[in-house]
């Protein structure tokens, strides 16, 4: 990783679900390194675990997410489930059931999270907006009777001016033609009836902008990032800026420059205090959770004006459907980010949680590495445990490459003269020799 952006790996820990491994954040030290930075497991019961969506209530993480068969939404076997962290995500009340807990708020406090649960069986769709001001009883909120229907309605989001907003798309995922939209839906009432807009009509499939996150800027100024969908023929894919100032009334749609991206979910938060964004996305098929930031006031005006991408957790590497879908809040200057995790089966909701103080440029833990070489893996592998970093090891580059994207490691040892393959094949990584690697980590 570049010098400037610091990237921040996090020690990878394996755990099993079913018969199949998956990587998780293994647990960092804050007290030696002034981090905050590690993944915690929400759930990762038998089941196709996934979609997770985090807010805070009264200083609460809460965490909603289905559980289905698979990543199949459209059989009518999704349930909706919740689990709360009153310790910043370390431990998880038991898990609630929402639909057998349905209930109005006998005594409303605070500000209500809200949740669109989306039922799609054949040709049969809806989506039900649940709000819940304790995590414990959900109320069910409305059922609008929408049209277009939507393939999905976003969270919707408070605006200064007392309503929710909500981002929905709708089209089909198989088709590459024209007959794709979006769109806004606006409630007044707090989300017990809402008012319909179409933005755009008769988008290609290479237009569409899915699963978008959006934030209120100040002074009318709303700006989204959505998603690109896999396209046939298409090489580059480019997540689509979505601006608007006026409210919501009229937009702009434009594609930025952020290509790292297959099928990759963004989330924004936004900083009024430094008007910066931060924006968080799962890369799928390399496994990686990265971020990019900008002043707000750059991004709103060009969508060209994100910084470089780096790092912040790695999950499952070379798969894409099964891993990804982050969902992000801010609690007390640290990012608390949500995605699953898994395999065809089983998979498992996550929380990584990235604090404001950056890892010193030097420092290993919390770091992935790739020794190079003929390396005592026993003697590796023991270093890093005791120095609490991760450490791969493998005889080439080229086999380490087959398993790894070129951004995935913050550094190389080599041994034997390993390596000329290695920092070609991974250029932003520092190289480090074996005489390096015994001065500064094994001292």
């Not at 801010?330 to 990235?354: F, P």
């Not at 991760?390 to 913050?410: L, S």
């Amino acid at each position: 990783m570049n010098g400037t952006s610091h990237a921040r790996l996090t020690a990878l820990s394996r755990r099993t679900v079913s018969a199949v491994l998956f990587f998780v954040l293994s647990v960092a030290s804050a007290a030696a390194t002034g981090r905050t930075e590690t993944t915690f497991v929400v759930q990762d019961c038998a089941g196709y675990n996934g979609w997770p969506f985090v807010r805070v209530l009264d200083g609460r993480l809460l965490v909603v997410y289905n559980r289905a068969n698979g990543h199949e939404f459209t059989d009518g076997k999704v349930d909706l489930f919740a689990r709360q962290s009153s310790d910043r995500a370390r431990t998880w009340t038991d898990e609630v059931a929402i639909e057998k807990v349905e209930a109005p708020a006998s005594d409303p406090k605070g500000a209500p999270a809200f949740y669109w649960n989306r039922f799609w069986k054949g040709n049969v769709r809806r989506h039900d907006l649940y709000r819940t001001f304790d995590g414990v009883t959900y109320e069910k909120v409305s059922t609008p009777a929408l049209d277009p229907m939507p393939v999905q309605v976003m969270a919707p989001v408070p605006l200064p001016d007392g309503q929710l907003l909500s981002l929905w798309f709708d089209g089909n995922y198989k088709n590459l033609a024209d007959g794709h939209s979006w769109g806004t839906l606006f409630s007044s009432d707090g989300g017990r009836t809402w008012r319909q807009t179409t933005v755009e009509a008769g988008l290609s499939k290479a237009d569409w902008p899915t699963e978008p996150s959006v934030v209120s800027l100040g002074g009318g100024r709303l700006l989204a990032l959505a998603r690109a969908e896999w396209c046939e023929g298409v090489d580059v894919r480019q997540l689509q800026s979505l601006t608007s100032s006026d409210g919501g009334r009229t937009w702009k749609r434009e594609k930025t420059a952020i290509t790292d991206v297959h099928e990759s979910t963004p989330a924004l938060l936004y900083d009024t205090a430094s008007d910066e964004l931060s924006l968080y996305y799962f890369h799928r098929g390399p496994g990686l959770l990265k971020r990019r930031t900008a002043k707000a006031s750059a991004a709103f005006a060009d969508p060209l004006a994100w910084s470089e991408p780096e790092v912040v957790a790695c999950g499952r590497k070379r798969r894409s459907w099964d891993s990804g879908n982050v969902n992000a809040v801010r609690l007390d200057g640290s990012d608390y980010l949500a995605y699953y995790a898994g395999d065809a089966t089983n998979a498992s909701v996550l929380v990584s949680v990235v604090g404001k103080a950056e890892t010193p440029a030097t420092s290993w833990e919390g770091r992935r590495v790739l020794f190079l070489g003929a390396w005592d893996v026993a003697r590796v592998q023991a270093t890093a445990r005791r120095r609490r970093f991760e450490a791969k090891v493998y005889p080439t580059a080229d086999a380490a490459f087959a398993d790894y994207p070129a951004e995935a490691f913050w550094a190389i040892v080599l041994r034997d003269g390993a390596a000329d393959a290695g920092v070609r094949q991974f250029p932003q990584a520092r190289v480090w020799t074996e005489g390096d690697f015994n001065k500064e980590v094994e001292r």
